[in-house]
């Protein structure tokens, strides 16, 4: 209200004024001129055209895990237009020309799913705002479109992903697929019920088709436990962890690559066969409270790379082999942790890993509990009862108290401690014939680890790290645990880290 009365008011102002005229005055005598030519006027400005073009906007939304689709790239079919899916999911796609398109939804969930998610066709117009809700199937929508009916009978979860070459994305077409569990323990059953019970393991086996998608159905809805993929010219991925317990369906992508052995020697210096690549790993291993750990033993399960962490913490693994693969890093004080890890010839893996201390955080009854029903998962108990080896007991290894993994093994049948200074190694005590103990074949926690030389293995495992060992020779060997063309005797190693976790 204030402007029109300021502006009448200077209106009312200037009308006295302009009534008072000044007396006229003698104009100056100034030199004749000739009169200037008047510029042509400027041409209008021609008007903006109309705008010629449609607008999209939207949200997209991810109901497996109930969170929006961040990063997803909206394409409108046909025009070349598209978007990306901000943090909340949001996007906006402009200049789509007037028509009839249909939406193609790219994301890397769907790419594991192996499933393409695109949507009727929409209409679009010039100056208008098209406005739209993307969102992926539900869990249970998924698994009823790819789990035929009878599988579903057997369970309603189910787990599915994409495996692929490491070193050329291509789908690894054909190769073997297992996933094995445990059933959960029945709730509100006595704890004595629960530990007479034997535990059997669930297996669910598939191949990858020909899109390098697998989808293994009829699991239990909520679960813990490994999967491997495996080619049929032996390359194959580590165990990897998965649990389940929201909802029907769980997604995990892998890789696997052809196996590459190489020539190596053992502990005795006889030849062996070793997995080989060419891929490289850097990393870092802190604490808790993110401060380096040097000294620290890095290996890579089922190979025998293996190498320390230096005073910054830094580590460096070089000529391994490709694909899904799993790290384990072991220090005097620190609980043993596993890292999976991806790795490729085409560029180096960088992981960071953080050490926690073993203070298990279970009752002396629960840790006897979980400790036996490890060892039943593993199949110890089973050859315990069954087969000719030596079996060191979760109660021998406390009695010995041993500072070294070495010191447990000095008393049992058909082995050996050299010692070098202050550095020992284990031999068979079978005559290699060259003067030397016979060759010994380490696996912890179930994959070969190689000793490269006197010490070595004191430093990778502490005896209160020890759940149990297993020691075979000869024909004792169990199948598992053989090496092809040698007849080395086997020391199987479970740790703690791996008897204690639920679904390992």
């Known amino acids: 209200m204030r402007l029109p009365r300021l502006s009448v008011a200077l209106l009312l102002l200037a009308a006295p004024l302009a009534a008072q005229k000044p007396a006229p005055r003698k104009p100056a005598t100034k030199p004749a001129t000739k009169p200037a030519t008047p510029a042509?006027?400027?041409?209008?400005?021609?008007?903006?055209?109309?705008?010629?073009?449609?607008?999209?906007?939207?949200?997209?939304?991810?109901?497996?895990?109930?969170?929006p689709l961040i990063g997803a790239i909206i394409q409108v079919e046909g025009t070349g237009r598209f978007s990306i899916t901000d943090s909340i999911g949001r996007f906006l796609v402009d200049s789509i020309p007037p028509g009839a398109y249909r939406l193609m939804v790219d994301h890397l969930m769907l790419d594991t799913l192996g499933i393409a998610l695109v949507t009727p066709p929409m209409s679009f117009s010039a100056n208008a705002v098209t406005q739209t809700y993307i969102t992926v199937p539900s869990s249970e929508t998924l698994v009823a479109m790819m789990c035929p009916a009878a599988r579903r009978?057997?369970?309603?979860?189910?787990?599915?992903?994409?495996?692929?070459?490491?070193?050329?994305?291509?789908?690894?077409?054909?190769?073997?697929?297992?996933?094995?569990?445990?059933?959960?323990?029945?709730?509100?059953?006595?704890?004595?019920?629960?530990?007479?019970?034997?535990?059997?393991?669930?297996?669910?086996?598939?191949t990858v088709g020909p899109d390098g998608t697998y989808r293994l159905c009829?699991?239990?809805?909520?679960?813990?436990?490994?999967?491997?993929?495996?080619?049929?010219?032996?390359?194959?991925?580590?165990?990897?962890?998965?649990?389940?317990?929201?909802?029907?369906?769980?997604?995990?992508?892998?890789?696997?690559?052809?196996?590459?052995?190489?020539?190596?020697?053992?502990?005795?210096?006889?030849?062996?066969?070793?997995?080989?690549?060419?891929?490289?790993?850097?990393?870092r291993v802190v604490n808790k409270s993110g401060a380096p750990v040097a000294g620290a033993r890095i290996g890579l399960m089922g190979a025998s790379a293996a190498t320390?962490?230096?005073?910054?913490?830094?580590?460096?693994?070089?000529?391994?082999?490709?694909?899904?693969?799993a790290l384990v890093v072991r220090q005097i004080g620190y609980r043993p942790t596993e890292v999976p890890v991806e790795l490729s010839a085409r560029s180096p893996a960088r992981v960071m890993v953080r050490l926690g201390d073993f203070v298990p955080e279970l009752s002396p009854v629960e840790v006897v509990s979980r400790r036996d029903e490890g060892l039943q998962k593993v199949g110890y108990l089973d050859r315990k009862r069954s087969s000719g080896g030596y079996f060191l007991t979760p109660e021998q290894i406390e009695k010995r108290r041993a500072t070294q993994f070495t010191d447990l093994m000095r008393t049992i049948p058909g082995l050996q401690v050299q010692s070098?200074?202050?550095?020992?190694?284990?031999?068979?005590?079978?005559?290699?014939?060259?003067?030397?103990?016979?060759?010994?074949?380490?696996?912890?926690?179930?994959?070969?680890?190689?000793?490269?030389?006197?010490?070595d293995l004191d430093s990778f495992i502490q005896p209160d790290e020890v759940a149990a060992v297993e020691v075979y020779s000869g024909a004792q060997i169990p199948a598992q645990f053989m090496t092809p063309g040698q007849s080395c005797t086997a020391v199987v190693v479970w740790t703690k880290t791996r008897v204690l976790s639920r679904g390992k």
Request: aromatic fraction near 4%; charge should be neutral; charged fraction near 20%.
């Open 40 to 67: 042509p006027a400027a041409a209008p400005a021609p008007a903006p055209a109309p705008p010629t073009t449609g607008f999209l906007q939207g949200v997209a939304f991810d109901s497996v895990h109930r969170e």
């Open 153 to 206: 009978t057997l369970g309603p979860g189910a787990l599915v992903g994409r495996v692929r070459e490491p070193d050329t994305e291509e789908p690894a077409v054909g190769a073997r697929v297992s996933f094995v569990w445990y059933d959960a323990d029945l709730p509100g059953l006595p704890a004595a019920i629960r530990q007479s019970q034997k535990k059997v393991p669930r297996v669910r086996e598939t």
């Open 218 to 283: 009829g699991l239990p809805e909520k679960f813990e436990g490994k999967l491997q993929a495996q080619r049929k010219d032996g390359g194959a991925t580590a165990e990897v962890d998965v649990a389940q317990d929201d909802g029907v369906l769980s997604l995990r992508s892998v890789s696997v690559a052809p196996l590459v052995v190489a020539a190596a020697k053992d502990s005795t210096g006889k030849p062996r066969l070793v997995a080989k690549g060419s891929a490289r790993v850097t990393g």
């Open 308 to 325: 320390t962490s230096r005073t910054n913490g830094e580590f460096t693994l070089d000529s391994l082999p490709s694909g899904t693969q």
């Open 420 to 455: 070098q200074g202050r550095d020992a190694m284990l031999t068979s005590s079978r005559s290699s014939g060259t003067g030397s103990g016979g060759c010994v074949t380490v696996y912890v926690d179930g994959a070969p680890w190689q000793q490269l030389q006197p010490g």
